[in-house]
Structure formats: structure tokens, C-alpha cells
């Protein structure tokens, strides 16, 4: 794999580009949305109490920046091109099993959902990660309930396994099932063959 870094892509609608301090408030009001939190897994559940309290988070979110261009960091704030308007964050971030293997998450401002925003930004960042980083292979994961989620996954070419897997979400009280999901670079251009060498 290349490491080079959240450059900046862009598409029809959006921007997807590196983070900055600037959006981070705007991003965190967006996660503390239950909607939107629910099946999103930020920190261990312990955490919890301590990510709901901006000042806290705000430090955290500082250091964070820190590391944000760094070539080995693949995170991105999404914003729409016309208003700039920051609407949600995807990343795409490694498994632990080999830096080739990427798991891939996202979340989109719930008023912003149901425009294809989150298909958009999903389908931009995959090219990037598999074309310019050349990256081997996603696997990823979805609850059950967030159809939303495993929608678009399915719509992009990801495969879903025979496993299921329980996680414990950071702001859910009990495990939650998830769909496993796996697309490698080869699927995916079989099955989006306008995706960008």
C-alpha cells in the first residue's frame, strides 16, 4: 500500500477533505445525535460519559488534528461543494490484521440523508483507497437493523460473509449483530467498472 495521506477528493456534489479543528465541533453535535450514534462505534463503551461532554472531547479533538495530515491517516470531513456545509466524516482505517486490509466507516448529518451523499462519499473514498493508496482489500461491518448502512455497501459491490459478528456499540447497553462485509480492489472495479485507475 501507499501511504499518502487524506488528499483531498472531490466529486459531483462534494468535498471530501483532511480534518481540521474547524469542523470538529460540527462533527461531534453530529455523532451525539442518537440516530446517528447508534450504530456508531467511536471509543469502548467506558468512554461513553466522557465523549458526551464537548469540553472533553474538544482537547481530545485537538490532539487529534495533530495527526490529521499525517500519510498514514485516511480520515475525511465531508462537506458539500456548493455551501460548504460540513455533513458527516468517513475514514477509512486499518483492521490490525495487515495495513493492505481496511475496515471503512461513515456517518452523515440525518438531515442530509437520503440524498446519496453517503453512497457519493462512500464510492469517492473506496476509489481513492484502492487506486491511490492501493490498498488489497475492505472488510467492514454493519448492524443488522442500520440498513441504511449495508445498503449502500451492497450497492458498491461489498460481499456479505456467512458469519455474523456481536459488537457492543459505544452508546448502545447491549450487543448488537452486524453483517460482515469484504470487497476486494478486484470486485470492485467488476462491479463499478467506471471506478478510476
Not at 465541533?25 to 469502548?44: F, G, K, Q, S
Not at 467488476?190 to 471506478?195: G, N, R, T, V, Y
Request: aromatic content about 14%.
Amino acid at each position: 500500500m501507499k501511504y499518502v495521506g487524506s488528499q483531498t477528493i472531490e466529486t459531483e456534489r462534494l468535498l471530501l477533505k483532511a480534518q481540521t479543528i474547524k469542523e470538529q465541533r460540527r462533527l461531534w453535535e453530529i455523532l451525539m445525535i442518537p440516530e446517528v450514534n447508534r450504530y456508531y462505534l467511536t471509543v469502548p463503551q467506558k468512554f461513553r460519559k466522557k465523549l458526551s461532554s464537548w469540553p472533553e472531547q474538544e482537547d481530545f479533538y485537538k490532539q487529534a488534528m495533530q495527526q490529521a495530515n499525517e500519510l498514514n491517516v485516511f480520515e475525511w470531513s465531508i462537506f458539500l461543494k456548493d455551501t460548504n456545509t460540513c455533513i458527516g466524516k468517513i475514514s477509512c482505517n486499518e483492521t490490525g490484521i495487515d495495513p493492505n486490509i481496511r475496515d471503512v466507516g461513515w456517518y452523515i448529518d440525518p438531515d442530509f440523508q437520503g440524498k446519496g451523499y453517503g453512497t457519493e462519499a462512500a464510492k469517492a473514498m473506496i476509489d481513492f483507497m484502492f487506486y491511490k493508496a492501493e490498498i488489497e482489500k475492505i472488510i467492514t461491518g454493519a448492524a443488522i437493523y442500520n440498513q441504511a448502512s449495508w445498503k449502500i455497501m451492497e450497492h458498491l459491490g461489498f460481499e456479505r460473509q456467512k458469519d455474523t459478528k456481536m459488537i457492543q456499540y459505544t452508546f448502545s447497553d447491549k450487543l448488537t449483530e452486524d453483517y460482515i462485509y469484504a470487497l476486494t480492489k478486484e470486485k470492485y472495479l467488476e462491479h463499478c467498472p467506471s471506478a478510476k485507475e
